[in-house]
């Protein structure tokens, strides 16, 4: 079973803030040890973590078939919202390949992030 998967984010707090527009639910927000910003989202059963360390960037890939999946509630109400806060859309809503409605955004690093209606 999945416990969590780990990437590193330019920002933080831009990073959790998407995220939890999505529907995560920020769990950790603190700084290690080592002085780097960490942040944990609980999504469903998994997690999504994200450090800040500095001088370090987010390595992203532009393609769609790098990314991340989110099961989100009215996807159709909230495309609209997320475009008119800035988030880039890479693939326009669509039906997935098992009918869902889904569509592909970028998140604040430039992450492909995956949105499937529920249900």
Same mark, same amino acid.
């Given at each position: 079973?999945?416990?969590?998967?780990? =990437?590193?984010?330019? +920002?933080?707090?831009?990073?959790?803030? =998407?995220?939890?527009?999505?529907?995560?639910?920020?769990?950790?927000?603190?700084?290690?040890?080592?002085?780097?910003?960490?942040?944990?989202? !609980?999504?469903?059963?998994?997690?999504?973590?994200? =450090?800040?360390? $500095?001088?370090?960037? $987010?390595? &992203?890939?532009?393609?769609? @078939?790098?990314?991340?999946?989110?099961?989100?509630?009215? !996807?159709? @109400?909230? !495309? $609209?919202?997320?475009? @008119?806060?800035?988030? &880039?859309? &890479?693939? +326009?809503?669509?039906?997935?390949?098992?009918?869902?409605?889904?569509? =592909?955004?970028?998140?604040? +690093?430039?992450?492909?992030?995956?949105?499937? @209606?529920?249900?």
């Amino acid at each position: 079973m999945l416990k969590h998967v780990s =990437f590193v984010t330019g +920002d933080l707090k831009a990073a959790l803030a =998407f995220y939890t527009r999505l529907g995560g639910v920020i769990e950790k927000d603190l700084t290690t040890s080592e002085g780097y910003r960490r942040g944990v989202l !609980l999504l469903g059963e998994g997690r999504l973590q994200f =450090f800040e360390v $500095p001088g370090e960037a $987010p390595a &992203t890939h532009p393609h769609w @078939a790098e990314h991340v999946a989110l099961h989100v509630p009215d !996807l159709r @109400a909230l !495309l $609209p919202e997320l475009r @008119a806060a800035g988030v &880039t859309v &890479t693939r +326009d809503l669509q039906p997935s390949p098992g009918g869902r409605d889904m569509a =592909f955004v970028l998140d604040p +690093d430039g992450r492909q992030v995956e949105l499937l @209606a529920e249900g």
